[in-house]
Structures are given as structure tokens and as C-alpha cells.
């Protein structure tokens, strides 16, 4: 009898062994199957993007909030995604980079955009705003994605005092826009 019971063990013990070798085998097949049935991910479509959602998450210059979200995020606002591929693509941001193109660069979903800087001439105060924005977001597909642009003012001009106190901000002042966007 005792005999009986070690080779019933010796034969769960083998059993179980065999049956985890099989179930690792047929794993190991389902990943390699997955990562050659995924699609790599071949870049934004080009043309028009739309903003859904656009909207000023963190402001040190929080009296002139609602001016920026009308001038860059009102209705039919967005960008331009121009020439993609998998390694990268041109924007255009409606109503911030004037004619500019900026370069961006895709790391997966992810992109990665060259610092956009410009000024913004005020005749009316005599001053200028030197601003600098910094661009990056993620795709979910090729036709919807998130971003965030994180923009510094400054202000040049003999007048920059005046303005700081009509306007109840300092300079240089940090504006994190968060925007959803698709295509249109």
C-alpha cells in the first residue's frame, strides 16, 4: 500500500509538472502571437484637429485666464497635424504659432514637441510679450489625442509696471493648458 501512495504522488507530481510546462508553452505562444499581431502605431492623420475639451489647468497670471482660453481654445479652435509619419509630424496651433510650423517628435503614442517662441506686440501699452510654449501629449489612436502646452509670458516695453497693475498679474507669469482634441 505504501508503494501505491508514493507513485500516487510521483504521478500528481509529474502531472502537474507536464501541466505546467504545457500551459507556460501555450503562454509563451499567445505573447509571441500578440506582439506580431500589433499594429505599430504609423503616426496622426494629417490635416485639422478640433479641440473638444480645452481648458487652463495652472496659472500664475490668473486675471487674463479667460482671455487665453477664448483666443486659443474657442469654437472651432485646434490644430494642424502636418506631414506625419512614425517619427514624427508638424503642428501648426491655431491662434499661437501664427504661420509657424513647430517639429514633433513620436516616441510610441507619445509626442514630444520643439519649444514654440514668439512675441506678441501690445502697440496700444507700447510693450511686448516674449512667450515661449512647450508642446507634448499622447495619441490614444490616429484620430483623438491629449496635450498640454505650458507657456511662460514675460514682458518688454516701458510700460510693463502699468500693465502688471491694470492687469493684477507679475511677469514673467506660467500658464499648463490641457486640451483633448480630434480630427476633424
Same mark, same amino acid.
Given at each position: 500500500?505504501? +508503494?501505491?501512495?508514493? @507513485?500516487?504522488?510521483?504521478?500528481?507530481?509529474?502531472?502537474? /509538472?507536464? %501541466?505546467? %510546462?504545457?500551459?507556460?508553452?501555450?503562454?509563451?505562444?499567445?505573447?509571441?502571437? *500578440?506582439?506580431?499581431?500589433?499594429?505599430?502605431?504609423?503616426?496622426?492623420?494629417?490635416?485639422?484637429?478640433? #479641440?473638444?475639451?480645452?481648458?487652463?489647468?495652472?496659472? &500664475?497670471?490668473?486675471?487674463?485666464?479667460?482671455?487665453?482660453?477664448?483666443?486659443?481654445?474657442?469654437?472651432?479652435?485646434?490644430?494642424?497635424?502636418?506631414?506625419?509619419?512614425?517619427?514624427?509630424?508638424?503642428?501648426?496651433?491655431?491662434?499661437?504659432?501664427? %504661420? !509657424? $510650423?513647430?517639429?514633433?517628435?513620436?516616441?510610441? #503614442?507619445? =509626442?514630444?514637441?520643439?519649444?514654440?517662441?514668439?512675441?506678441?506686440? #501690445?502697440?496700444? #501699452?507700447?510693450?511686448?510679450?516674449?512667450?515661449?510654449?512647450?508642446?507634448?501629449?499622447? @495619441?490614444?489612436?490616429?484620430? +483623438?489625442?491629449?496635450?498640454? =502646452?505650458?507657456?511662460?509670458?514675460? /514682458?518688454?516695453?516701458? +510700460? /510693463?509696471?502699468?500693465?502688471?497693475?491694470?492687469?493684477?498679474? &507679475?511677469?514673467?507669469?506660467?500658464? $499648463?493648458?490641457?486640451?483633448?482634441? *480630434?480630427? !476633424?
Amino acid at each position: 500500500m505504501r +508503494n501505491l501512495t508514493i @507513485f500516487g504522488l510521483l504521478l500528481v507530481a509529474l502531472t502537474g /509538472c507536464t %501541466d505546467k %510546462d504545457a500551459i507556460s508553452a501555450a503562454e509563451a505562444d499567445a505573447d509571441t502571437d *500578440a506582439d506580431t499581431d500589433a499594429d505599430p502605431f504609423d503616426g496622426p492623420t494629417s490635416g485639422q484637429w478640433i #479641440y473638444s475639451d480645452f481648458g487652463i489647468t495652472d496659472s &500664475s497670471c490668473e486675471s487674463v485666464n479667460s482671455l487665453i482660453e477664448d483666443e486659443l481654445g474657442g469654437e472651432d479652435m485646434g490644430f494642424k497635424v502636418i506631414d506625419p509619419d512614425t517619427a514624427g509630424f508638424d503642428m501648426l496651433i491655431d491662434g499661437l504659432s501664427k %504661420d !509657424e $510650423t513647430i517639429d514633433c517628435t513620436l516616441s510610441g #503614442y507619445a =509626442y514630444t514637441c520643439a519649444t514654440l517662441t514668439g512675441e506678441i506686440p #501690445y502697440d496700444d #501699452y507700447q510693450i511686448t510679450l516674449p512667450a515661449t510654449v512647450d508642446v507634448s501629449g499622447d @495619441f490614444q489612436d490616429d484620430s +483623438n489625442s491629449t496635450g498640454t =502646452y505650458s507657456a511662460t509670458f514675460d /514682458c518688454k516695453g516701458s +510700460n /510693463c509696471a502699468t500693465v502688471e497693475l491694470l492687469l493684477g498679474i &507679475s511677469f514673467p507669469c506660467d500658464f $499648463t493648458f490641457e486640451n483633448t482634441a *480630434a480630427h !476633424e
